[in-house]
């Protein structure tokens, strides 16, 4: 015999699910009257929080302390899919969580389904690329049970990814999770912005060097104090090729989705800590050693190293990276 | 072999039946007064949806999308959206802002300048026959659409093109909508549509209007209809340009002179890229960022500088060239292959691009006269298509209309 980390019993299964369904979705409530087939089920809502070290974090205050310099900086944007979520029974074998159909947060449907984690409001320094709207959790159904941990890829599925954003449903129809020059979607959006550089700088903070000597202008120095306004931290898969016969992408040389496992996680009383601070820990935002700051995803992004371990996704600096999930990450843990 | 046109072979449409449409266009190139080397397509009305290619004699059929097949309607929507600044988020620009028509689709500049006035860092390419191009842009595998590469200028952040973003892409819909012209042709365009004016509906018409941009009427593509003479430097330009000595054809020898094209029933081939050593940064091999080509998207050290063979067709339009318009005239380009690379003797972009380790092994320096390089020249000019640059199927719209709405 084992002593469940949870159990809920038939009473609190109904009284959890009833009151998550009514807040998300009051239109459907009603449509989906109490079955025999609603007490086999659990609703399940894991809470992700955003958080830098043991302080949470938004769009409208800065957060100290920052990477290897120890920086201060706003944070301009935290957007990451989430797919493939399997709680975890005490045995270690995964039960497959059936997303809720919600239009603006998730996609259902035969070809997959993923959530979009938006913990960024539109507010401070997300105005520009941000929306009001917040989504800080991914809500559906499991078979009745134990659990007693969590699995997730951190992104959107092959079959999702590489679609037209105009027209997406949902999420993925969002232009700021557009991963353009792949044809997919950001898997992770996480920016900084210089506070000493507010509002004095294009959106990219991108620098040109110089095409021919002498004929470019010399890249436009960042007002504030880090090299660039903005430290980028955007996840997506890289190297892909697309089928001109048939108008698809066929294949990605690195897919770089993180699979996160929290082996002791309480879907019921626990929050999920997304940590930015670990996420950038490696690294010194003030500094951007290539022309692109931050990382990018780029297979040779000098800053992707420290960042891709941090999230789990293997990554050399030769390029050669598969993109794989490494199955160890600092970024996400179980809170109280 | 090319072959000799005729209106016959020129009328082929997507569909299976092309005499339902042929006494109409029969009719349009006889008021042509065989002037044109193609008949029009714009005998078909805007009731009739179908679309009708009408292609140059020795052009294939180009594909088109399952999921945005061709209709006069989508095109015409297209094009109008093409120039309408009103589908950028300041209103300042318009796609035909670096793709002007009277330098074949491309902006003159060394590099594309976006709406928010962003430097991008590539220079903007030709979109005459761009429907046969196998990838779009000038190193990405994996954009094989021009629906899919859309979503670049349109939501392109790095750099921002024409700033559509998720704060305004609702209000540049509205924008769009109470033009009672969109109004009316979008719910043509896409029947059966509960609300017509989309994003998606956007793309596909944009789209559908670049595909329909097929045109070979230089006097290169008469003389092989046996309608014009080239000159003796033209004619020996030529020569070497298709021959051994100059080379030329590897990478610029399909229909559109270059080397990656795709349209019905065309082979299975993987799109190539080329490195043709116009940078060595250091020695190392390296092209200055964000410009080491198809290494941007893989990461792979033979990927360092691989660039899209573009087309040559209009070629003498659409300087400066090379993919960070660093070379400035058709004559320098020249000199750089026949050097087998080009060298920057100093400053930050120093280095001896022949040297670079991973140039196109085809790229190995050309002995050239100085005559054969002004014949190159000459040839190369021959592929100038005047009429694809006045053609009012590709115009304006706001121009002879309403410019103020613009």
Same mark, same amino acid.
């Not at chain 1, 940590?275 to 297979?299: E, F, H, I, R, T």
């Given at each position: ?13 109904? #009284? ?56 201060? #900086? ?26 809720? #159909? ?146 698809? #992408? ?87 | 072999? &090319? ?6 072979? /020129? ?49 294939? *059929? ?32 318009? !796609? ?74 609702? /209000?540049?819909?509205? &924008? ?28 596909? /018409? ?10 070979? &009427? ?29 080379? !030329? ?26 490195? *043709? ?130």
């Amino acid at each position: 015999m084992f002593r469940p980390a949870i159990t809920l019993l038939p009473f609190a299964v109904a #009284a959890a699910a009833v009151p998550a369904a009514a807040t998300a979705h009051p239109a459907t409530t009603n449509a989906a009257p109490k079955t025999a087939k609603s007490a086999k089920t659990q609703t399940v809502k894991l809470r992700f929080a955003a958080v830098a070290g043991n302080a949470p974090v938004s769009c409208e205050a800065p957060i100290a302390g920052l990477g290897t310099t120890s920086q201060t #900086a706003d944070l301009k944007d935290l957007r990451f899919f989430v797919s493939d979520v399997k709680l975890l029974r005490k045995d270690g074998t995964g039960v497959s969580v059936k997303l809720k #159909a919600n239009k603006d947060y998730r996609v259902t449907g035969a070809k997959g389904s993923v959530t979009l984690i938006d913990l960024e409001n539109g507010k401070g320094a997300c105005a520009e690329e941000g929306t009001p709207g917040t989504n800080a959790s991914v809500i559906g159904t499991v078979p009745r049970g134990t659990y007693v941990g969590v699995r997730w890829s951190l992104g959107v599925p092959f079959a999702l990814n590489h679609t037209n954003t105009a027209g997406a449903a949902g999420p993925l129809g969002l232009s700021a999770m557009a991963w353009s020059w792949q044809f997919g979607r950001k898997f992770v959006k996480v920016e900084f912005a210089d506070p000493a550089a507010a509002g004095t700088q294009p959106t990219s903070g991108m620098k040109m060097q110089m095409a021919m000597p002498g004929t470019t202008p010399a890249p436009t120095p960042a007002a504030g104090a880090w090299a660039a306004p903005t430290y980028f931290v955007h996840v997506g898969s890289t190297g892909c090729t697309g089928n001109p016969a048939t108008g698809n #992408a066929v294949s990605c040389l690195a897919a770089n989705r993180s699979t996160v496992k929290l082996a002791k996680f309480n879907p019921t009383t626990q929050q999920i800590a997304v940590d930015v601070a670990q996420l950038v820990a490696g690294n010194d935002l003030a500094k951007s050693p290539d022309m692109m700051p931050g990382c990018m995803s780029g297979p040779a992004d000098p800053e992707c190293g420290s960042e891709f371990k941090a999230l789990g996704i293997s990554w050399s600096a030769d390029g050669k990276a598969t993109g794989k999930a490494t199955g160890s990450q600092s970024v996400f843990r179980a809170i109280d | 072999m &090319r072959r000799v046109w005729t209106p016959r072979r /020129a009328l082929r449409r997507a569909g299976s039946s092309p005499r339902l449409r042929f006494d109409a266009a029969l009719v349009a190139l006889t008021l042509l007064g065989g002037s044109g080397l193609y008949a029009m397509s714009s005998t078909a009305g805007d009731r009739d949806q179908q679309w009708l290619w009408s292609l140059p004699s020795d052009f294939p *059929t180009p594909r088109e999308p399952k999921t945005n097949p061709m209709t006069t309607a989508k095109v015409d929507v297209g094009r109008r959206l093409f120039y309408d600044v009103r589908l950028s988020g300041n209103g300042k620009q318009s !796609c035909s802002s670096c793709h002007l028509q009277a330098l074949a689709f491309t902006d003159g500049l060394k590099t594309a300048i976006g709406s928010t006035g962003e430097a991008h860092p590539r220079n903007s390419q030709s979109l005459v026959n761009v429907g046969y191009q196998s990838t779009l842009t000038w190193a990405n595998p994996s954009l094989v659409t021009l629906e899919a590469q859309m979503q670049v200028p349109l939501f392109g952040t790095g750099p921002v093109e024409l700033g559509v973003t998720d704060a305004n892409k609702e /209000a540049i819909l509205d &924008r769009i909508a109470k033009d009672p012209w969109y109004a009316k042709r979008f719910k043509a365009a896409f029947p059966g549509r509960r609300k017509p004016i989309t994003w998606d509906a956007i793309v596909k /018409a944009i789209a559908s209007f670049q595909r329909s941009i097929v045109s070979a &009427r230089s006097r290169y593509d008469r003389y092989l209809a046996g309608k014009a003479k080239l000159a003796v430097a033209e004619r020996r330009g030529m020569k070497l340009f298709m021959g051994e000595k100059a080379e !030329c054809h590897h990478c610029h020898g399909s229909f559109i002179f270059n080397d990656q094209v795709s349209y019905v029933s065309a082979p299975l081939e993987t799109p190539k890229f080329h490195n *043709t050593g116009l940078y060595n940064l250091g020695g190392t091999g390296a092209f200055p960022q964000p410009n080491r080509g198809v290494f941007e998207l893989t990461g792979r050290a033979q990927d360092m500088g691989r660039f899209k063979a573009p087309s040559l067709r209009n070629v003498e339009l659409t300087a400066p060239y090379m993919h960070d318009g660093s070379i400035a005239t058709l004559e320098e380009a020249v000199d750089h292959y026949e050097r087998g690379g080009r060298l920057i003797p100093d400053g930050p972009l120093a280095g001896d691009g022949a040297k670079n380790p991973f140039k196109d092994p085809l790229i190995t320096g050309l002995t050239l006269t100085s005559r054969d390089k002004a014949d190159l020249v000459a040839f190369l000019k021959s592929l100038t298509d005047r009429a694809v640059t006045k053609d009012p199927r590709f115009a304006d719209p706001f121009a002879t209309s309403t410019p103020k709405s613009r």
